[in-house]
């Protein structure tokens, strides 16, 4: 089939999801026209560095810049994808492209989470459409389901894997015993962490797409600055193991739950039990459970980083500009949200892991499940690991218990000298 009319491509970036995108319309060129009736193409691709020795090769027709005027002052472009990542210059950029009427996509969650307001705005008052279902969970269409196929519903609830780069380390540090350095770099060289990896470890990445899944779910804004935010990085291999031997697996989660009006949110590692689906996505895969009102439950899954698979969620976005699908930006009418209501983190229940160090002596058990029984938390199961006069790893789970009766039992604990290393305590989904 010949296209009637091409769509024209200026994509600012050239990394791991710019060469991802560039090898997908190459490979489905003709299954593109045939869908849209349009061949597109790409025209200039910005870069940092124009001479730097590149992996993958230009598409054909292609030229490399470092000016990002030649994609904005273009009038042969008709869409900018941005895949650059960062936040002061690709908001310039995508400001400077709304404001010049030109369709944006964008696989940047951290852009849009932080600042993205001003971006909506710009692109409402503009009239153009602002795509972004590559910046949460790569290849999953989570954006487009929330913002359409599930518009009909109010959701209650919804947990995933958020992550790529956490859930590879966690699974490798499980499945295949490796360290958690060796896991990162693994990773790293497979093209899922971000530029900044601490982003991904210390739990901020989830944190971006756990803000623009709250928006699109909830028509909400909960600040990214507001959000409870705990990574990965001083996971123990400890506890993988011990929360193994309890049936559980140890993921690193982003959740929402509406509690009578009030959003609990917030990114954590948490144990979740091995017959439990999310408990069984490995490696780079994502996974999205949500729950809503008309629908039931629902569960996404897929790769949630790489090349290909997020190359394929910017595919989709630009192809629905070459169909001259009206904009719906938010999913809303308001392009900005209200506030959300938000319930204190210190008031959310949650069962619990603890792993405690304490000296090996008559009366230690009993010490401990009084600090807990002080503040109300009740213990389901506990178990004593290995024998050493000098000290022991005490695991135990809880029933529900509110987070700050946690603290004051920890603090107790602590002061009454019992701790013999920092104590660690995970939450159970
Ligand atoms: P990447 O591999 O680091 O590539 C970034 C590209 O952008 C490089 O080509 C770089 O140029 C260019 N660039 C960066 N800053 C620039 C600037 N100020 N001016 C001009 N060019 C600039 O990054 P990536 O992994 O492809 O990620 C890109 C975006 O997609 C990020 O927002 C990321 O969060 C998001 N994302 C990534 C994944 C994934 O799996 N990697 C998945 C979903 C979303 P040089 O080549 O000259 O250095
Ligand atoms: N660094 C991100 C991840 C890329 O590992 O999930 C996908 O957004």
Redesign the pocket.
Known sequence: MASDKRLVLGVAGFGTVGTGLASILEENRDWIIERTGREIVIKTILVRDVSKKRTADLPAGATLTADPQELLNDPDIDVLVELMGGIEAPKELILKALNAKMHVVTAN?ALLAEEGFELFRAAQENNVGLYYEASVC?GIPIVQTLRESLAGNKVNSLVGIL???ANYILSEMTTNGLDFATALSQAQELG???ADPTL?IEGF?AAHKLCLLIRLAFGKDYPFAKLPVQGISKVDPMDIEFAREFGYRLKLLGEVRNVDGKLEAGVFPMLVHHTYLIARVGGAYNAVRMEGNAVGPVFLHGL??GAKP?GSAVLGDIMAVARDCAPNNTGFVAQVPDAAEIMPPQDSESCYYFRVMVPDQPGVLRDLAGAMAKQGISIAQATQKGQDPIGVPIVFMTHEAKASDVQAALDDLQKAGLLLAEPVHYRIL
Do not use: P, S, W
């Open positions: 969650k790569g992550n790529g780069t899922f962490a971000e991904d990445d949630g980083a997020t």
